[in-house]
Nanobody, 131 residues
């Protein structure tokens, strides 16, 4: 099984910064591809940023130039993902989720960075940006 836990959410004023972390665990966890999504109540969950096994990054237009995704291999060869968020805007307010696809999809599907393709999700961390 795989467990993902997000950290780092909070409340900041517009223009500020936050860094989110996603720590994975479990025998089946590898974190070759990792992604961040966000959701506002009443709206569909949307993609934010992803990073693949070659450390190639993907961003949605709304966060390009402001958010940076990265991952670091930790002591047991499992990855931890980060999302550095700068120049935050009130419209960035949402619950942020970390998610990973299956290792097979990560390796074989170039369209892995989609909500429907994620196999495991964290419980989310709340980001609130005030104007």
């Amino acid at each position: 099984q795989v467990q993902l836990v997000e950290y780092g959410g909070g409340s900041v004023q517009a223009g500020g910064s936050l860094m989110l972390s996603c720590i994975g665990s479990g025998n089946a966890y590898r974190g070759d591809c990792m992604a961040w999504f966000r959701q506002i109540p009443g709206k569909e969950r949307e993609a934010v940023a992803g990073i693949d096994s070659d450390d190639k990054t993907i961003y949605v237009d709304a966060v390009k130039g402001r958010f940076t995704i990265s991952k670091v291999k930790v002591w047991d060869a499992k990855n931890t993902a980060y999302l550095q968020m700068n120049s935050l805007k009130p419209e960035d307010t949402a619950m942020y989720y970390c998610a990973v696809p299956s290792p097979y999809m990560c390796k074989h599907d170039s369209n892995w960075f989609r909500v429907d393709n994620m196999d495991f999700w964290g419980k989310g961390t709340l980001v609130n940006i005030s104007s």
